[in-house]
């Protein structure tokens, strides 16, 4: 990916989108035209609540706890804290 995202040049041969070498192009604009949606969630070390506001954008305290009370999250949550 970091060949791709032009973070590195490879060392021999090249990389090219529409038969045009990555090296052609404007660093800049390229990663504005890109995006990167890695399939593994990154979880910091905090509760989940505090995680799910994190990623939440301009959500609440109770409106987070809404959405996870509709949810499997709060299920498993309580399950966990019974055990």
């Known amino acids: 990916m970091s ?3 032009r973070f ?3 060392l021999a041969g090249h990389i090219s989108v529409d038969g045009v ?3 052609e192009l404007n660093v ?10 890695s399939q593994e ?3 910091f070390n905090a509760s989940v609540r505090d995680n799910i506001l ?3 954008g301009d959500k609440d305290v109770t409106e ?3 959405i996870m009370l509709r949810t ?3 299920h498993r949550m309580i399950a966990v804290d019974e055990t």
């Open 3 to 5: 060949l791709i995202e």
């Open 8 to 10: 590195y040049d490879p």
């Open 21 to 23: 070498d990555l090296r």
């Open 28 to 37: 800049h604009a390229w990663r504005q035209r890109i995006g990167l949606v």
């Open 41 to 43: 969630p990154v979880l």
């Open 54 to 56: 994190l990623g939440s």
């Open 64 to 66: 987070v706890r809404s």
């Open 72 to 74: 499997v999250i709060w």
